[in-house]
Every structure is written in C-alpha cells, then in structure tokens.
C-alpha cells in the first residue's frame, strides 16, 4: 500500500518510473498531452491555454483569493488527467514552471502580501490526496508537484520550502469529478489531518513565513476551504491559494486576471 510516508521519503517509483520512461521514448514516440501533437510534452499552444489566468475567493486567507493558471476545459482538462491519472509524469516540469510564474507575477503582486513579498519563506502546502487516490495512482502527484515548484522558486531567488502539512484520513476521498457542491461538502464531513511533526518545522521557516496553499484543480473550492479551515485551527495563517486550473462547472465561474501584471509568453518558458 502506498502511503502519505513513502511519498513524502520519496521511497517509492521514482527509479522505476525513470525506467519506464525510458522504455516508452523508445517504444512510443512522445506526444503532447494535451492536443498529441508529435514530439512535445506540452506544445506552445497548450502552454499558451495555461496562461488564461483566474481569481477565485479563498475566504479565511490573508489575500481571500486562490489563483489558477486557467480554466479546466479542452487541452488543460486533458493534460491534467493525463498527468494526473494516467502517469504523465513529464509533464510535472512544465506545469510546475507555468505555477511558478503565476506566483511571481501575480501572488507577490497581491496588495496584501507586498510588504512581505521581499524576504519572507514561501511555504508551499500541497493539497492532500485521499489514501484510494494514493494507492491508485501509486504518488502523491501534489507533492512531486510542489518539490519541483520550490526548486524552481528558489532559482528564480525566493526562500521557498515545502511543507507535507496535510492529510486526508483514510476513507475520505476527494474527486474532481464529484463537482457538486454539497456531496463534496459531505466527503469532506470528517476533516483534514494537520501532521503534527511537519507542523513543528515551521517555526523553523522563518519568522512570519508566506504560506500558500497548492492544488491541481479547484472545483466548488470546498477541498481548500478545508484545509484552510484545519490550518486556522493550530493557528497557521495561509496567504492564498494557487492552482493550475479553475473548473467553470461548478457555477463559480473565476474571474480573469487582467493588467495586474505582465504575463510572459509561454513560448519563453
Ligand atoms: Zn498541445
């Protein structure tokens, strides 16, 4: 069984899945995962549909926003399952780097984070899985996700560490298929986890260190409503939110993020 533990040591897949990889470079020509275009990861095209920026409201934050990358439809929907739930790990790099920017172009632009924005530790939270979403999928894709996140903030000269603070516990699931709102409500009845051991870190993290919460994908934003809310309760204020994509089913269309910043062309990534 794979647990939150063997994700967070990184004891399990890595060296396996590298092998796989290499196995399938040779047997099956990679494609873009989002339209198939050949020889890609993501093609500029659908790189280019990452940068349909949206606002959701993340109540209970210092910013009361959670940011995402774009609407979850078409290309996006598809490279999202495609990595998600289907393996694609090499599409991590490329989703990482479109995340990064969205938290230094517009998260560090939020008026209520300015005057921290210069020196203070970005902690990154990654959205907890359920322990059947664990098992199946065999990784914490949030997780891999948020580390090479970090690594790439720090290259772009931020203090920024990842912090496993939350988990699901075992029999609640979330799913982003499961959209409405009230059941997922229901799901989540039970709470998060808050990991006493990785919450005794932050101290260690700087004195008023920039805690943001990351997703894959908001629905109705009752999963990080959550997790908000089990964060409040050891006193651990969030910053915002970020996520790669905003679902438009849910009713809650995201605002778009228009001329708070300049975006990059995602040619340039
Ligand atoms: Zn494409």
Redesign the pocket.
């Known amino acids: 069984m794979f647990t939150y533990a063997e994700a967070a040591d990184g004891r399990h897949g890595s060296g396996v899945a590298a092998l796989l990889t290499s196995l399938r470079d040779v047997l099956l020509p990679r494609a873009?995962a989002?339209?198939g275009?050949p020889d890609?990861i993501?093609?500029e095209?659908?790189l280019g549909l990452l940068d349909g920026r949206r606002e959701r409201p993340l109540p209970g934050t210092l910013t009361g926003v959670c940011l995402c990358c774009a609407d979850y439809r078409g290309?996006i929907r598809r490279v999202l399952l495609e990595w998600k739930d289907h393996g694609d790990e090499e599409c991590t790099g490329c989703l990482a780097s479109v995340l990064s920017r969205l938290i230094t172009e517009e998260v560090m632009s939020l008026p209520a984070l300015r005057p921290h924005a210069v020196d203070a530790c970005v902690v990154l939270i990654p959205l907890p899985s359920s322990a059947s979403s664990l098992r199946r999928r065999g990784r914490w894709h949030m997780l891999s996700l948020t580390r090479l996140l970090a690594s790439l903030l720090r290259r772009r000269g931020m203090d920024a560490k990842v912090l496993p603070l939350l988990h699901l516990p075992a029999g609640l699931a979330r799913s982003v298929e499961a959209s409405h709102a009230a059941q997922r409500a229901g799901r989540l009845s039970g709470g998060v986890d808050v990991v006493r051991s990785e919450l005794e870190r932050l101290p260690t993290m700087g004195t008023r260190p920039m805690v943001l919460l990351v997703d894959d994908i908001v629905t109705t934003g009752s999963t990080m409503r959550r997790c908000v809310s089990a964060l409040r309760g050891v006193d651990v204020e969030v910053a915002a939110g970020v996520a790669l994509a905003s679902t438009p089913k849910a009713g809650i269309p995201g605002r778009p993020l228009v001329g708070r910043s300049s975006v990059i062309p995602a040619a340039s990534l």
Do not use: F, I, K, P
């Open positions: 873009c989002g339209c275009r890609h993501l093609c095209s659908c290309a």
